[in-house]
């Protein structure tokens, strides 16, 4: 991922006159994290109905990975959030909840199906 920084010269120039926001990084980066997060709930959920986890067994299980996957993308941007997609680190951790959410459900169901009913 590549951090919004400062342009070239700005060197002199103080904290409040350096403020500098680029929109092809932002978008680059939030399309990176969006497809880290994607592709690991999908995984998770995969991992889930294999398992064969049911209700809060799986709910922990997703909690888990959300942890697991926004600290892990936190740690890659140095816990720096707001330099590389512009939201606090909390903001960081909590956002995409619901859409995830809904991919997890959705492959723990395929694949639960799959593994534990039809065979």
């Known amino acids: 991922m590549a951090a919004m920084g400062q342009p070239p010269g700005a060197e002199g120039l103080s904290n409040q006159e350096r403020i500098v926001f680029s929109t092809e990084k932002y978008m680059a980066n939030t399309k ?41 993308l936190a740690a890659s941007m140095g816990f720096a959030t707001k330099d590389y997609v512009n939201k606090t680190l909390v903001g960081f951790c909590l956002s995409d909840l619901t859409k995830n959410g809904l991919a997890f459900v959705l492959w723990w169901t395929v694949s639960y199906g799959l593994v534990h009913i039809y065979t």
Request: charged residues 5%; neutral net charge; hydrophobic residues 55%.
């Open 32 to 72: 990176a994290v969006d497809f880290v997060r994607s592709t690991m709930f999908i995984v998770a959920g995969v991992i889930a109905g294999i398992l064969g986890c049911t209700s809060s067994q799986g709910a922990f299980l997703y909690l888990g990975f959300q942890l697991f996957t926004n600290l892990g």
